[in-house]
């Protein structure tokens, strides 16, 4: 069968669930992964055949199973088990969520703040600049510290911004926690196979002991469950039949339940000068921030995702 043929049954089998344009992603995905076929390499040759490509290797015919898996809903990435994060390879499986592009927006900005530190050799020139600078020069007056960075990742699912963060910057000691243990596998998994050293912890932000987590951090991030039970009939249903529950939905009448923990656990372990950082939902942004300043939180500041939505926060403990 030709791989054009392939694409068509995608097109036709996926459509009840996807826009056309989504089914294509989907598709050149699952080529590129089962068949070793890049889509420039698909576009130079319709013709190409099924299970004859170089990169088939007895994969011939499975496409059936996995097209089956596919039109009742099933993401692409638990198909293949993989995804990719800020550049990274990271496997995934139905005990983690599949890591959006929003997350990605969140590192950025906390590696935006890390990259002016670096370039720092004219004095102190922003707020950005002092924080990184508050940063080094009391790691450079803690002999025992070793490294100049502590960071805290709470509900780390399969690892991803704790991952991303000690892969680029190089000098973090990075902790990461979850409340699963099958998720926290995963997440060792990925840290291995992208050759970073993070401390996981299993850890229920709502009752453990906080003496279970490291203290005078210089960070911590979150991007805890903040979607209400009663949202999930508007999403899609790749999302709420096979996504961890756990990992997504909180109670109605009590949503930013998370936050106010982690904002409680931030008041004891940041050291002064300290960042908080979250990934929000966008109905509760400003109840969040409300929430820091109550807590005296300052430099609260929020920003929008690519999208225009009210998606992340971040503060300071002083």
């Avoid at 926690?177 to 912890?201: G, Q, W």
Wanted: aromatic fraction near 10%; hydrophobic fraction near 40%.
């Amino acid at each position: 069968m030709k791989i054009s043929t392939l694409q068509a049954l995608f097109q036709t089998h996926l459509s009840p669930l996807y826009e056309k344009r989504e089914i294509d992603a989907i598709f050149f995905i699952y080529i590129e992964d089962k068949y070793n076929i890049k889509k420039h390499d698909y576009f130079l040759n319709f013709e190409m055949e099924e299970g004859r490509h170089e990169g088939a290797k007895g994969r011939r015919h499975e496409w059936r199973k996995d097209l089956e898996e596919l039109s009742r809903g099933c993401p692409i990435q638990y198909i293949i088990g993989k995804t990719t994060f800020y550049g990274l390879e990271l496997n995934v499986n139905p005990d983690v969520l599949i890591p959006r592009s929003e997350t990605e927006e969140l590192v950025e900005h906390i590696l935006m703040r890390f990259r002016v530190k670096r370039g720092m050799t004219r004095g102190c020139h922003s707020a950005l600049d002092a924080e990184f600078q508050g940063i080094a020069g009391q790691a450079r007056n803690d002999e025992g510290r070793g490294s100049l960075y502590k960071i805290l990742d709470l509900a780390t699912g399969s690892g991803t911004i704790a991952i991303a963060l000690a892969k680029n910057i190089k000098n973090a000691t990075v902790w990461a926690t979850d409340i699963s243990e099958k998720a926290l596998e995963t997440a060792k998994k990925n840290a291995a196979e992208n050759n970073v050293a993070i401390t996981f912890l299993h850890h229920n932000i709502l009752k453990d002991d906080i003496t279970l987590l490291p203290d005078n951090l210089d960070i911590i991030v979150s991007n805890p469950p903040y979607i209400p039970q009663s949202e999930q009939k508007h999403l899609h249903k790749n999302v709420v039949d096979y996504e961890p529950k756990i990992a997504l939905f909180v109670p109605n009448e009590n949503p930013l339940i998370f936050y106010d923990a982690i904002v409680k656990i931030a008041k004891k372990i940041l050291r002064e000068g300290g960042s908080l950082y979250f990934e929000t939902h966008e109905k509760f942004h400003a109840e969040l921030s409300a929430m820091l300043a109550e807590m005296d939180f300052k430099e609260i500041e929020l920003w929008n995702d690519i999208n225009g939505k009210p998606r992340f926060i971040s503060c300071k403990k002083l």
